[in-house]
């Protein structure tokens, strides 16, 4: 009997403004990974992305076994290098495809965070939802109802190597404090679903500022979201796609008004937040 599998993992977003490298939510555009034993190695994908056994996904399964005799078929609705967890989703892809084919029950979330090199990202994509990470763990919790959120994806990306060379070793103590408190204003926020404390909890003194020579028109773009109507908005990960966090009364509205802002330079997606993290699709 041929061995098959199909695993679906959804994009995500970290740092969610105050939480760096710690909080994150998996968004619904996803990658899809069909393995299939057809007795050779092959990568088949129309994605810019390596075609041998450097391909993430090959890489990620053959953490945990041999990728010989196996093809692999790679479909992605997750813009590249935008900030959107494309590679935890293609790492959560191609581990969980190895788990579930030979039956591991391995820890996906340690190998995945180790090959990711940080574990929000891999969180989101496994568990779906909102992820706060800390102490090796993951907690998870459901959106509230009623929150929304866009993404604007600049047609140039920035390598995630690139955006973390940016940050310095030290942070002044202030900027430390006022992330502390509002990571806990948004995670109130989140839990009670009270949009006032989610708007003022987005707002981020660790990362964002000093990556913004990288991607001015996003950092320009998030500053001015409450102005267009929204909650606010977050840089995605390491960037330069744009979080639009909205109330879904204001949805349509901010739509309207970002249009003519990315004119020329991004695109806007419907990203509405996914609870379903990464599953193996029934055969």
Known sequence: MIRRRVVRVPASSANLGPGYDCMAAALALHLELEVEETGQFAVETDLPVPRGRENLCVRAFERLAAAEGFTFRVRSEIPLAGGLGSSAAAIVAGLMAADHLYELDADLLMHASQLEGHSDNVAAALEGGFVICADGG????????????????????????????????????QDAVFNIAHGALLTLGLARGEWDLVGRGLADRLHEQRRAHLFPRSYELALRARELGALGATISGAGPTVLVWCFYEQTGAVVEALRPEIDGWATLLRTPLEVQGAYVEAL
């Not at 959120?149 to 030290?170: F, K, Y």
């Open 138 to 173: 993951v907690t998870r919790f459901d959106p509230p109802t009623g929150l929304e959120v866009l993404a604007v994806v600049p047609q140039e990306g920035v390598r995630t190597r690139t955006a973390r060379a940016a940050l310095p070793a030290e942070v002044p103590i």
